[in-house]
């Protein structure tokens, strides 16, 4: 029981090793720590190791008897986990979505489970990997380049109307129309195959706007959402985490999108609260909670928005499992 164990104190706000590189500071790490409640003999995964800001303060907090299980969809990720974390035998390693976590038999009983959403610095920064508009590069963007079509194939045959709809729904980019429509008539010219293709398309079509960001940042957004089917993964793996969670188990969520926080705010609610009365449904009161939210939205502070500007769309959520009767587990 978490109640008998030892418990070690979070570390007050800095990464477990202070030497990490600038460009992969972990975002909200002494939160997501307070808010795992590290156990030193817990079994925890990281369903995002990117390059392990907070899988190794998680193991710094960890006993002999610990676990951590580590996943990421980008090999490049997982590379990185072999060579820093491979020896470690409390640690085991598996590539892949969290989205398919269920079926990985060690991934039981867990005392916490982190999901860092979106993409890590390393993959916007090498252009090869296809994210950046400010990095020309072959358009990818896939986080696994192994899985599923590259912007650029989806570019190449996707239908009008659907890239308007993606950029629109994914970017809340309100040129969706008109940037699609651009798409569509240079493709039948030629491919468009590179980052800077693209970036300069949007950018002959979309006038810079007020704060002078990069008008083709929110389409490379949108499509890169779209391309690794970040919603879809993240629908199951809270699904999943709920289930791989024990009792008194803590879930910790940061998502950098507002489709992605409403999706876990959504999430932890259904879970947590009783739906509102209503004639049609009275199984509502029978409504057995399987979570409590320990707390809303946790964001940056100014600190934090200083050192590091990538945390300024960050938003934390954390979560605990209830007992089955709708308790504290002991
Ligand atoms: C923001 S980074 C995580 C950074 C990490 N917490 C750290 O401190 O270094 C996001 C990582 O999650 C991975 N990722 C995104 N969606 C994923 C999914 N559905 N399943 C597994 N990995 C995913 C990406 O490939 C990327 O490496």
Do not use: C
Request: charged share 25%.
């Amino acid at each position: 029981m978490a109640g008998d164990r030892m418990r070690t104190t979070a570390q007050p706000g800095h990464p477990a090793d202070p030497s990490a590189p600038a460009a992969h500071l972990p975002v909200l790490y002494a939160q997501v720590m307070d808010g795992l409640r590290v156990v030193a003999d817990g079994r925890y995964l990281d369903g995002t190791f990117g390059r392990g800001g907070h899988a190794r303060g998680v193991l710094e907090q960890l006993g002999p008897g610990g676990r951590l299980l580590l996943m990421d969809k980008d090999p490049e990720a997982i590379a990185e986990a072999e060579v820093n974390f491979g020896g470690d035998a409390r640690v085991s390693i598996r590539r892949g979505s969290f989205a398919s976590l269920g079926g990985w038999e060690q991934a039981r009983d867990l005392d916490g489970i982190l999901f860092d959403l979106g993409v890590s610095s390393p993959q916007l920064d090498v252009a090869e990997r296809g994210f950046s508009f400010g990095k020309d590069g072959p358009l990818d963007m896939r986080m696994d380049p192994e899985s599923g079509e590259s912007a650029a194939q989806w570019l190449a045959r996707a239908e009008e109307r659907e890239i308007a709809d993606v950029l629109w729904l994914y970017g809340e980019e309100r040129q969706s129309r008109r940037i699609a429509r651009a798409i569509v008539a240079r493709r039948a010219q030629q491919p468009i195959a590179r980052t800077a293709e693209l970036a300069e398309l949007i950018n002959s079509v979309v006038p810079r706007g007020k704060d002078k960001s990069n008008p083709a940042t929110r389409s490379f957004q949108a499509i890169r959402i779209h391309i690794n089917r970040e919603l879809a993964d993240l629908e199951t793996g809270l699904d999943a985490a709920l289930a791989a969670l024990r009792p008194g188990g803590r879930l910790a969520v940061i998502s950098f999108h507002s489709l992605e926080d409403r999706m876990v705010k959504q999430f932890v609610a259904r879970h947590a609260k009783a739906p509102p009365a209503n004639r049609r449904l009275p199984q509502a009161e029978t409504f057995v909670p399987a979570l409590a939210d320990l707390g809303g939205a946790i964001r940056a502070d100014e600190a934090e928005l200083a050192a590091n500007p990538r945390a300024r769309s960050a938003v934390l959520r954390v979560a605990e499992k209830l007992d089955g009767q709708g308790r504290k587990a002991a």
